[in-house]
Each structure stands twice: as structure tokens, then as C-alpha cells.
């Protein structure tokens, strides 16, 4: 195991199991962009290819690990509101449990996410420096418009996607229909990083006058790159799996199962299994259930008491809650406030 500082975000990867899709694994390292050389080698859970990737990219590898925590994060925001809300576990590889063993639509929506914040965090590394072996892109400068012209740093989501697709994807090379989905929402999740670029610029000039921008590409916030993703997963398309022979072997594909529904493109979501409901804890599946969740009563969506406890019902207590409150702010320069009593209504699922 690895001595800190090496990993403080803690080292996330995409993988199979002998006998199904692994979820995300992460080992028990850390890493941040600003943390020494990885060790490779001591990296629990790689597959040959992707040790020999760290080996090479050593210097990108914190960055990586970076990404998949936001990924992490973002799916636990993204589903807060939901029956499965993106429970991780502690002390094991496979942070997931088996939840995300089947082919289902929150497999697609973690793989694409996951793709997504491995491409997006190296980007973004290469383009404040914290990786030195990438820079800006100097290739994608279109003619300037009126009133501004090129300058800062384009980010280079092309080498940020070479990333993610030689190391998320290193797992999936098998004929099987779980490799051809997960290659498939991994690149959805790369996809989409590119697509939400945008053109951001800086005004210059007199007094704030804008007389001239500076302009160059940037990605948006994660926020909006997982917001995104979850749109996806919302209209997900349904796949059969096809078996058929070829010179290699037995190779299973992926098709609609429903042909009057429109084909999935490369940036929606695919999946071939049903989801569990997720109301009743279950070992074999890693739902934990509903019970005790807080729920909103007032909504009649996912997060209210009636959906989200599965109709069983729920309970109602009050709670007081200290709170700063009155807050002013002294020149120069600190806040005082006030500490308020403030009673809260919770309700949670029985």
C-alpha cells in the first residue's frame, strides 16, 4: 500500500470480475494533481495494460484518480433524491458492491460519468500545468470575430480523452456484450466533455469597457458535464444482446431491443438489464434499501415520502437546530453572527 501524500483522492478504476462487470473499484491510496510520482507497481487491482499505462503516464495518474472522485461525488448528487442514491463502501475494491455487476442503466450512467471526469480532470491539468508531458491546443483556432481575438489556453480535450480511453477502457476487450456496452457509455461520457466546451473570454480594456475579449475553449463545470449525464441516464436506450460467430470466435453485440423506438447515438446511454427496485436492502443486488432515508413530503416526485418509501409509509419527527444566524460583517475584515434556534420537520421512509 502506498504511504501519503500519493494518493489523496483516492485511486479509481474501471474492471471486470472473473464472472461479471466489476462496478468502480478504489484502492485505499490517494492522489491529487499536486501529488508525487505514483507508484505503479503498488497500485492494487490493474490489469496488465493499465500498469503499463501508469508506467508511462505516471504524471497524469493523480489526475486520473482526481477525476473519478469528482465522478464519484457527482453521482451521489446526481442521485440524493433517488431509491439507489450511490451508496459507496469502505474497505473494498469494488466501492459499489454488486449493484453495478448487471448491465443496468445506473452501470451506464457511473461508467459514462466516470469516463467523463478522467478525460475532463486531465484536461484540465494539462491546461494549468499541473502535467508538464500536455499544454494548451493550438489546433483548434477558427477565424477570430469582431471585437476579439485568440489567447489563453484552449484546454486539449483530445489528449484528456486519449486518456480516459486508453485507461477506462483498458478492461474492455472482451466479445462479451458487458465490454461492448461499458466501450460504448465510455465514450459517451468522453463525447459529451467535448461537445460542452465552449468559447470563454476575458474583457479588455478601459474602465471595464470590453473594448477587446481574449477568447480560447474551455470545458464547463463538472457540475454541468454531470447534470448532462444524468439526462441520459433518464432517456437510456434499452439493448438486446446478439450472438453470432466470427473468425475470432464467438462475439457478442448490442442492438435496440425495440425497433420502433429511434437507435441510440454515440452520446446516449445504453443497458440490457432491468434495474432492482432498490426499496428492500438486498445483499445479492447491494441495494440497502429505503428505510430511515429522508424523504420530502411535500414533493410528488422520486424524493417523496410516497416513492421513495416504496408506499410503506413514513415517519414524521421535529428537530431543533442551532444555526448562525444575524450575520454582519466588520471593516476590516471578519463576521460576527448570532446563534439561532430553528425547528426543522424530518420525515423518513419506514
Known amino acids: 500500500m502506498l504511504p501519503p501524500p500519493y494518493f489523496t483522492a483516492g485511486l479509481v ?16 491510496q490517494h492522489s491529487s494533481p499536486s501529488s508525487p510520482p505514483v507508484l505503479c507497481s503498488s497500485v492494487p487491482g490493474l490489469v496488465p495494460k493499465q500498469l503499463r ?47 453495478l455487476d448487471k448491465a443496468t442503466r445506473e452501470a451506464a450512467f ?18 494549468d500545468g499541473s502535467a508538464t508531458i ?15 481575438k485568440w489567447g489563453g489556453c484552449s484546454e486539449d480535450a483530445e489528449f484528456g480523452n486519449m486518456v480516459s480511453r486508453e485507461f477506462a477502457d483498458a478492461r474492455e476487450n472482451r466479445p462479451d456484450a458487458r465490454s461492448a456496452m461499458n466501450r460504448h ?44 449525464m444524468k439526462d441520459r441516464y433518464d432517456s437510456a436506450s434499452e439493448m438486446a444482446v446478439e450472438k453470432h460467430r466470427e473468425s475470432r470466435g ?63 409509509g413514513h415517519s414524521s419527527r421535529t428537530e431543533w437546530r442551532n444555526e448562525k444566524c444575524h450575520c454582519i460583517f466588520h471593516w476590516c475584515c471578519y463576521v460576527s453572527c448570532q446563534e439561532c434556534a430553528r425547528i426543522y420537520n424530518v420525515h423518513t421512509c419506514k
Not at 13 to 28: C, I, M, N, T
Not at 189 to 210: A, D, E, N
Open 250 to 312: 464467438w462475439v457478442e453485440t448490442l442492438r435496440p431491443r425495440y425497433a420502433f423506438f429511434k437507435p441510440p447515438t454515440d452520446t446516449d446511454l445504453v443497458y440490457y438489464e432491468s434495474s432492482p427496485n432498490f426499496c428492500e436492502a438486498n445483499r445479492e443486488t447491494g441495494s440497502f434499501g429505503t428505510q430511515g432515508r429522508q424523504c420530502n413530503v411535500t414533493s410528488h416526485g422520486i424524493d417523496g415520502c410516497e416513492l421513495l418509501c416504496c408506499g410503506r
Open 110 to 127: 457511473v461508467h459514462a460519468l466516470a469516463s467523463a471526469g478522467i478525460a475532463f480532470a486531465v484536461t484540465r491539468a494539462c491546461a
Open 185 to 228: 457509455n465510455n465514450e459517451a461520457g468522453r463525447i459529451s466533455v467535448s461537445q460542452l466546451m465552449y468559447l470563454r473570454c476575458k474583457c479588455h480594456g478601459l474602465s471595464g469597457s470590453c473594448e477587446l475579449k481574449t477568447c480560447w475553449f474551455s470545458q464547463p463545470d463538472f457540475r454541468l458535464i454531470s447534470d448532462h
Open 134 to 148: 500536455c499544454g494548451c491546443d493550438m489546433r483548434r483556432r477558427a477565424p477570430a470575430g469582431e471585437g476579439w
Open 13 to 28: 478504476f474501471l474492471g471486470y470480475k472473473q464472472a461479471g462487470a466489476w462496478s468502480l473499484a478504489v484502492g485505499h
Open 53 to 99: 499505462f501508469c508506467r508511462n503516464f505516471a504524471e497524469v495518474m493523480p489526475s486520473v484518480a482526481h477525476g473519478l472522485s469528482m465522478a464519484i461525488q457527482e453521482c451521489k448528487h446526481q442521485f440524493r433524491g433517488r431509491r439507489w442514491n450511490c451508496t459507496t463502501l469502505s474497505h473494498t475494491l469494488a466501492i459499489f458492491g454488486p449493484v
